[in-house]
């Protein structure tokens, strides 16, 4: 077996599929990869902030920065391509922009197809693994907020300006496929990840691609969700460990979560002061008799991420740590799939 090849598995080795959005899927992937597991991303379609939103609009390519962030982690190519790769321009006619960003896109553009375009980057970048969108097109995301009001775009769900009523239900404007790639998958996995990560920005959207929820009931995988650390403003404020459970397996339906990671690591009070000034909190865990199984472990980064110039999107200060993640997942991993 030519061992670099991301389409060549090695047969003894559990595959794990994480359903990946934003920085949460990509922490996830990048504790995992130092397994002896192989390893696939299937990539949300519908991001539409940034510089990915922007070189969408102008492009009409897909959205690229979360095939990026997946593609970076998986990659086994030197350290100064990855850096390369995660350079965002902070002045000029390329401010805000991410050259890994702009890399994809004018990918896209000399393959003619935009699944062709990923698979090249594959092979630029020896990517150890698979980074799958999960449709061939892009779509919009949508959120039916408690008072009928419906938000576009995945941006202004993910980040509101203002107080609003709690999210009722998202939805897919136009519904799209799932990648045929996605589903063989998810239908091969010993293990399926979901989160961490925005809720209904990140997660959901994969799940709402049609075929996905399906493929996802025939999968004899162990499907498992990583519980987020801190509720998200605007779109779950007040959401308990519970609660986050009830709301992917809503749209998991008919299949369910079999189990759940949550943290109980403490961040430092100023951290926290920080996130409790912009109205979110520490996600309480109510799973103590839940009829699901639940592994718990200290699971909080010791870095607090920073910005980055030219970055325009909010992003999250407390993470999970890669590498403690992918230890309770492995164990998780060892006991249910042996």
């Given amino acids: 077996m030519n061992s670099d090849n991301p389409k060549e598995t090695d047969k003894s080795r559990k595959r794990i599929v994480v359903l990946s959005g ?6 996830v992937l990048s504790g995992l990869k130092r397994h002896a597991v192989d390893l696939s991303a299937i990539v949300t379609m519908s991001d539409n902030g940034g510089s990915t939103g922007v070189l969408r609009n102008e492009y009409g390519v897909l959205p690229a920065g979360d095939i990026r962030q997946c593609l970076v982690a998986l990659s086994a190519g030197d350290e100064l391509m990855r850096r390369l790769l995660i350079y965002r321009f902070n002045d000029g006619p390329f401010a805000g922009h991410n050259f890994g960003n702009v890399l994809l896109a004018a990918l896209e553009k000399v393959c003619g197809n935009p699944l062709m375009a990923v698979s090249q980057a594959h092979r630029i970048l020896n990517v150890r693994g698979q980074v799958i969108p999960v449709s061939s097109v892009a779509s919009n995301l949508y959120a039916e907020l408690a008072d009928s009001t419906v938000v576009e775009g995945e941006h202004a769900i993910d980040q509101p300006t203002g107080k609003r009523a709690p999210i009722r239900r998202c939805f897919l404007d136009p519904p799209v496929e799932a990648n045929p790639e996605a589903i063989n998958a998810i239908r091969a996995a010993d293990m399926i990840i979901m989160g961490p990560g925005d809720l209904y920005s990140s997660l959901i959207p994969v799940l709402l691609v049609d075929g996905m929820a399906e493929a996802m009931a025939e999968s004899q995988a ?5 519980v987020n650390l801190v509720t998200k403003r605007g779109e779950t404020d007040g959401y308990t460990a519970r609660r986050f459970c009830e709301v992917v397996d809503s749209y998991l339906s008919p299949a369910r979560i079999d189990g759940a990671v949550i943290n109980t690591g403490e961040p430092s009070s100023e951290l926290m002061r920080r996130y409790t000034e912009a ?10 008799d839940a009829p699901k199984d639940v592994w718990r472990a200290p699971l909080i980064s ?6 980055v110039p030219g970055d325009a999107v909010q992003r999250s200060l407390l993470r999970h740590d890669p590498l403690k993640l992918a230890e309770t997942i492995m164990s998780v991993l060892k006991e249910r799939c042996p």
């Fill in 222 to 226: 162990f499907k498992l969700y990583i």
């Fill in 22 to 27: 934003g920085t949460g899927g990509v922490t």
């Fill in 302 to 307: 010791d870095r607090i991420a920073k910005s």
């Fill in 279 to 288: 109205g979110e909190r520490m996600v309480a865990d109510d799973l103590t």
